[in-house]
């Protein structure tokens, strides 16, 4: 029973013992007596509600909690699995992909060494003469070769594969071989002087090592 009720019925009930103390008889009112019960009663019941509500919301509350908590522990699970497949298929699409780097890688080499023999064979006439070819028909099959040429290279690039640049470098084992040393004073012992085949980097990871050649000290000079 709350305060204020409590002071109405202390107040009506000093109010009814006055009355009764001056001679006077009290007003017999049943309907508001039955009125005031009637009060005492809901209030009663309200009470008991409220109650029964604060239990059932903290029921609900703890097994949406327990939900909650299952809900958060499979998503992490979900999770987990999708980053374990999305590893996985990209492995897959990298173990898939990377032979078909290395035959462009490959053929890139074939056409860079027939630039090269072109580019050398360029100054003797016998070579035009034994074909039957002119100069210009020459200089347009070697226009072709770096046409095709730079399309691979840009086909490579697209997927990420870059050509290691690493002469006047030291040499690093994870991304070369050396096939040779050689002297060089005018380089510190253990840089790379020269790549005999290039290596490439597919993102950050080495799609193919150098093959290079390292400088040693000047004991081993002329030496190759």
């Given at each position: 029973m709350d305060d204020s009720l409590k002071q109405a019925l202390i107040d009506r009930f000093?109010?009814?013992?006055?009355m009764a103390q001056d001679g006077e008889e009290p007003p017999d009112d049943p309907g508001e007596t039955a009125d005031l019960f009637s009060i005492l009663v809901e209030v009663a019941a309200l009470r008991g509600e409220v109650r029964t509500e604060s239990r059932l919301v903290k029921e609900a509350l703890e097994q949406f909690r327990g939900v909650f908590d299952t809900l958060q522990a499979s998503q992490a699970t979900l999770q987990r699995e999708l980053d374990r497949a999305r590893t996985e298929m990209?492995?897959?699409?990298?173990?898939?992909?990377?032979p078909l780097l290395l035959d462009v890688i490959d053929l890139r080499d074939r056409l860079v060494a027939a630039l090269t023999l072109s580019a050398a064979a360029a100054g003797p006439r016998w070579r035009d003469r034994l074909w039957r070819r002119d100069r210009s028909g020459v200089a347009?099959?070697?226009?072709?070769?770096?046409?095709?040429?730079?399309?691979?290279?840009?086909?490579?690039?697209?997927?990420?594969?870059v050509a290691t640049q690493l002469a006047g470098s030291p040499f690093d084992p994870r991304l070369a071989r050396a096939v040779g040393t050689a002297a060089d004073s005018a380089v510190a012992e253990g840089t790379v002087i020269e790549e005999v085949r290039a290596g490439f980097l597919w993102g950050d990871q080495v799609l193919?090592?150098?093959e290079v050649i390292v400088s040693k000290g000047d004991a081993g000079k002329g030496d190759r």
């Open positions: 000093r109010g009814y013992l006055d990209r492995d897959q699409a990298q173990s898939a992909l990377r347009a099959w070697q226009e072709g070769l770096r046409m095709t040429l730079r399309r691979l290279n840009q086909i490579l690039l697209d997927r990420r594969v193919r090592t150098a």
